[in-house]
């Protein structure tokens, strides 16, 4: 029996050493890919999905990695065309070819429009997927390839092909994965067909940011010109490659050092690479000149067996060969120099970014223990029920708990002076920054409490049992992460001009934030298509708040504000793709879009509907998808279930379409 234990116990170690060896190998291949000798072609051609490249003229070198061809180089002449045949991104491509690419756009008719340029330069990843054909080569190498290399390694957002590929061949065999990196006249274009991990399929511009910060003004930032998702509707969100369930970490911080330790449980099913976000640098100060950064130090099972992995502009491959089960606890060690105190004040945040390692939207459902240790006198806050506050020496420790399932988790430590109160089991906790301001926290205490009381008659219990309220030391803004609401200085204070200018629309704020508990917790977003789940149902929440509180002259008055916000950007972009719409002004057109169309539109449907019937929809979709992720689709079979009308024509029209409600 001994005999047979320590061969088992061999044939473990060993496929483990294997694994990690054919990780490292792919890695090191994909990091560093060779180029064959070089070919004449002509007339080759290449096409996927909506994209289609023909290679009139020019030289071709294949690319391997760990003896396999992977990829072709080709420099030349050519052109490429991509299809968009889906109407609802119509607007957007229209717009966003426009504003950020000088490529051509023709449209068939209103249904579908052609992208198409010349074609110089390509680099083309395939995984599962055949690559085209060509001769055997006799040439030397383009000296384009390594410049080429070079250039799409500034590559801010992704670690270029490395990932996608590794994630095709270990995680997903049976899936197709392509990147083409494609020189188009004066632009930078990159298309990429991710069936393994996004199921979507995608085409960008690539874009230097324009600052003059060396560590920046080099890095090229994709922006969306299509993106339409891959064997499945629009209307249905992609299902996620892996579940992230369980959340349990310690962190340790000490100036602006911190110490992370995080263990994780996995649904993976039979994936054997998966891919997490984990942030490793974060430009911090203005313009971006503070550098700071993450390490991962290791990665292991639960048994301590070190996984091998990859950690690479903000992704963190994590290679799962050898692993049995489809849940799988991993343990993840993180150091850096991450905690960024902004403008130099007292406190630091680790907000709802990826300072740990996470899956996108619909795979973050996990349950949530904490523990922070801060060097006094900063104070530790972090979401859920406290099951200790204390000293430890020199430090602040808080641990906490929330056993329902969440996304995002968040720390924020900082000099701040704690006030609590507790009604009918709900703890109210506000932490006023730099300095004890009991005055305003009882205030913001008690107004909390009559909004929930409010939000409870139409959306149902509320789901925490404790609630932070956070000073953050800026203007103008607010944010809501689970059981928490960090809200800037105007809430807290009404002193000077200052505050005067932007304490306008704070109790709508406020409301804003605290029914965001509801629309983005208790009902979730499974991608960014669905955030008007999020941040439309609770603007509109807040309104009805208003409303109660302030009568309708107010409430009128955000409806009147949301219908002309809405038109400015109506025609650039339906609702679900107000996340995509680029040009400089982007970030005014998600705004209008999410925050006016959105709850205009639920207005719309409010005044159809009448009181009563609208608020037995927004609680009975509060009780259906308790702690669930929401879906558009489904809001409208319960909303059509409710009014004995087909509502989808409504949907269509306002909300995946551009029109506006009357």
């Not at 999020?534 to 708040?545: H, I, K, N, V, W």
Request: net charge negative.
């Amino acid at each position: 029996m001994k005999r047979s234990f320590l061969c088992l116990a061999v044939a473990c170690l060993s496929s483990s050493i294997s694994a990690a060896t054919r990780f490292g190998a792919l890695i090191e291949g994909y990091q560093h890919p060779k180029a064959g000798p070089s070919s004449a072609v002509s007339n080759v051609s290449f096409s996927i999905g909506h994209l289609k490249m023909s290679l009139a003229s020019g030289t071709a070198s294949p690319i391997t990695v760990a003896g396999q061809q992977v990829a072709l180089f080709f420099t030349g002449d050519g052109t490429f065309t991509y299809t968009s045949d889906d109407p609802v991104e119509r607007p957007i491509v229209t717009h966003n070819v426009k504003v950020d690419s000088h490529l051509k756009l023709e449209g068939a008719d209103a249904k579908t429009a052609v992208i198409s340029g010349p074609l110089n330069e390509v680099l083309l990843y395939a995984g599962g997927v055949a690559l085209p054909q060509i001769p055997p080569g006799s040439g030397a190498v383009s000296p384009d390839f390594a410049a080429h290399l070079q250039e799409f390694a500034a590559d801010a957002q992704t670690p270029g092909a490395v990932h996608g590929m590794i994630l095709q061949t270990l995680g997903a065999p049976s899936t197709r994965y392509v990147r083409a990196e494609i020189r188009s006249g004066r632009d930078l274009v990159l298309y990429v067909f991710d069936e393994p991990d996004s199921t979507d399929e995608a085409l960008y511009t690539m874009h230097h940011p324009g600052a003059d910060e060396p560590e920046i003004k080099h890095l090229l930032f994709a922006r969306v010109l299509s993106d339409v998702p891959i064997g499945r509707d629009r209307k249905t969100p992609p299902t996620p490659p892996y579940m992230l369930t369980t959340v349990d970490y310690t962190l340790v911080a000490d100036g602006d050092d911190a110490k992370l330790n995080v263990g994780e449980t996995i649904a993976r099913g039979q994936r054997q690479a998966i891919r997490f976000n984990m942030n490793n640098v974060l430009f911090a100060g203005r313009g971006g000149g503070d550098i700071r950064r993450y390490h991962v130090l290791s990665v292991t099972d639960e048994q301590g067996h070190a996984l091998p992995f990859d950690h690479d502009h903000g992704d963190l491959l994590v290679g799962l060969e050898g692993l049995q089960g489809e849940n799988v606890r991993l343990k993840f060690s993180i150091e850096g120099n991450f905690l960024y105190r902004p403008g130099g004040d007292a406190y630091w945040q680790l907000g709802t970014t990826a300072w740990f390692p996470q899956p996108n939207f619909g795979g973050q459902f996990f349950t949530l223990h904490s523990v922070v240790k801060v060097r006094k006198p900063f104070v530790p806050l972090t979401p859920g029920k406290t099951l200790r506050r204390a000293e430890d020496g020199d430090f602040n420790l808080v641990e906490t708990s929330i056993d329902k399932p969440v996304q995002f988790a968040v720390v924020q430590a900082g000099k701040y002076e704690l006030y609590e109160e507790t009604r009918a089991g709900l703890t109210m906790r506000v932490a006023s920054y730099a300095g004890k301001n009991e005055r305003a926290a009882k205030k913001l205490s008690n107004l909390a409490y009559q909004i929930i009381d409010y939000y409870q008659y139409f959306l149902g219990p509320f789901p925490f049992d404790e609630f932070n309220i956070i000073q953050i030391n800026s203007y103008g803004f607010g944010q809501a992460p689970p059981a928490t609401m960090f809200i800037t200085n105007e809430a807290f204070s009404m002193l000077d001009a200052l505050d005067q200018l932007f304490s306008q629309g704070i109790n709508e704020r406020f409301a804003h934030e605290i029914a965001h508990q509801y629309w983005a917790h208790v009902v979730k977003m499974p991608s960014a298509e669905e955030q008007w789940l999020t941040e439309s149902f609770a603007e509109y929440s807040a309104a009805l708040a208003i409303k109660k509180m302030f009568g309708e002259g107010k409430y009128n008055t955000l409806v009147q504000h949301w219908k002309a916000h809405a038109k400015e950007y109506n025609e650039s972009a339906p609702i679900p793709l107000a996340n995509e719409v680029t040009g400089n002004d982007r970030g005014r057109a998600r705004t209008y879009l999410l925050y006016a169309k959105g709850p205009y539109l639920l207005y719309a449907l409010h005044k159809q509907m009448g009181d009563e019937p609208f608020l037995v929809f927004l609680k009975s979709y509060q009780s259906n998808r308790r702690f669930r992720f929401g879906t558009t689709a489904d809001m409208v079979s319960l909303l059509s279930y409710i009014t004995k009308k087909d509502q989808m024509p409504f949907f269509d029209k306002f909300y995946w379409g551009t029109a506006m409600p009357d």
